[in-house]
């Protein structure tokens, strides 16, 4: 790892440099480094949550809201989560050279294209530093350099993490520049970056809406941005009630700060009355703030409290413990609240009806697209795919989880005996 004694431009050829490296080393060379990476991760504990104690302290001093201080905040089992992660990813299989596929023209050339690594990977994220570790070991398993620019709000957390990572990475005999912090919080820095087109091959942002509008405004690198989660759950003429309140409620209440969570329920009109007094009730219980249409508020128990719900609260991730809620005529009518207010992340429907299941996923246009299970599940680690950089809502060039195939690229590799063109 480098430092910020450097400029950008120098960390970034240094990067470069380091990414032809990895993409010529081993998978056991990679996997072993990650592992060691772990190692440090478990045996600097201590280090690491005295320096998260800092950032802890000054974000609620700063007002830091309580989902950004939730998603700073690092504790033993997090940690500990985090070296889990890592050697999941070290046990992966490697992504590397691996065949999509091939053939053989009819002029004896043979034709394959294999998974290559992209090159130089810049992740820019806020508040979290367990992403100081994820992108760094999905980039190395990868083969791609990492570019890590965390925010000034973890700068002790990112601090520790990437010195015990570069420690880790150099004993493995990989290059330090494998991984580089840049400091956090510049817009300089991300000018740099978003420009940096001859250095930088993507830009992954994990962040809100301020940091997507200043990448957007100054990128010319392309990037995937792993975008806002305004998620639903409708619940179905033909859903199970009691499966329906737990999906709602581990899907609200879990955690709620951050994307995969639930902003709304939706509930089709025939079940609201059997259905919405208990569950309600279950999400005021645990310190859900409900913010109901006209008709879920009617529905709504004399002892549960519900303020009146606009377009702008179905439009919004709140990433807190509140919630809308809209009673709809029909599975075409939650499916449309959605393709109007949802953000392409995360949907789920309740129901024991196949067909609406079925068009319910083929019709809902999001990443993710659930029956009969909680939008929490949108994760690479719960998706079989170790950690994950983010969760990308667009179309090109990855979308869902952005884990190690995601951050590769591919080849066209060509043998022949001589073969010109005639």
Same mark, same amino acid.
Request: aromatic content about 4%; glycine content about 8%.
């Given at each position: ?196 087109? #001859?250095?930088? *091959?993507?830009? =992954?942002?994990?962040? !809100? ?6 990448? @957007? %405004? +100054?990128? /010319? ?107 709809? #005529?029909?599975? *075409?009518?939650? =499916?449309?609240?959605? !393709? ?6 995360? @949907? %789920? +429907?309740? /129901? ?71």
């Amino acid at each position: 790892m480098t430092t910020n004694e450097q400029s950008t431009t120098e960390l970034l050829i240094a990067a470069k440099k380091a990414s032809r490296v990895l993409a010529a080393s081993s998978g056991e060379i990679r996997a072993a480094a990650i592992r060691a990476i772990a190692d440090a991760v478990d045996a600097g504990h201590e280090e690491i949550l005295a320096a998260n104690a800092l950032d802890v302290e000054a974000g609620k001093v700063s007002g830091l809201d309580d989902a950004l201080i939730d998603r700073l905040t690092l504790t033993p089992d997090r940690i500990r989560g985090i070296a889990e992660g890592a050697r999941a990813v070290a046990d992966l299989e490697d992504p590397v050279d691996e065949e999509l596929e091939g053939h053989r023209l009819d002029n004896g050339l043979e034709i394959r294209k294999v998974r290559r690594p992209l090159g130089v990977v810049a992740v820019v994220y806020e508040a979290r530093p367990n992403v100081t570790i994820d992108s760094a070991v999905l980039c190395l398993r990868s083969a791609n350099a990492a570019v890590l620019r965390g925010s000034s709000t973890a700068a002790h957390s990112n601090a520790v993490l990437a010195r015990l990572a570069s420690a880790a990475i150099t004993a493995s005999g990989l290059p330090a520049a494998a991984v580089t912090l840049i400091g956090g919080g510049r817009r300089e820095e991300l000018q740099e970056l978003g420009t940096a087109t #001859d250095l930088v *091959d993507l830009i =992954i942002p994990r962040g !809100g809406a301020g940091l997507k509008k200043a990448l @957007e %405004a +100054v990128a /010319t690198v392309p990037v995937i941005y792993a975008a806002a989660g305004n998620c639903h759950v409708y619940v179905d003429a033909e859903a199970d009630l009691a499966m329906a309140q737990a999906i709602i409620v581990n899907a609200k209440v879990q955690r709620p700060g951050v994307c995969n969570a639930a902003e709304t329920l939706l509930v089709h009109e025939s079940v609201a009355a059997e259905f919405l007094p208990t569950a309600l009730a279950a999400l005021a219980a645990e310190g859900v703030e409900l913010r109901c249409d006209g008709r879920a508020a009617a529905l709504a128990g004399s002892g549960v409290e519900v303020v009146s719900a606009t377009d702008e609260d179905f439009a919004t991730e709140f990433l807190a413990p509140i919630l809308s809620i809209a009673v709809v #005529d029909s599975a *075409d009518a939650a =499916i449309a609240h959605i !393709g109007r207010f949802g953000s392409g992340h995360s @949907e %789920a +429907v309740v /129901t024991s009806d196949r067909d609406v299941a079925r068009r319910f996923q083929a019709e809902v246009d999001a990443a993710c697209v659930y029956v009969n299970a909680s939008t929490r599940f949108t994760d690479g680690a719960e998706f079989g795919m170790g950690a994950e950089i983010g969760i990308s809502t667009q179309k090109l060039h990855a979308r869902g989880p952005i884990g190690l195939r995601e951050l590769t690229t591919f080849t066209y590799l060509i043998d022949g005996d001589g073969q010109i063109r005639g």
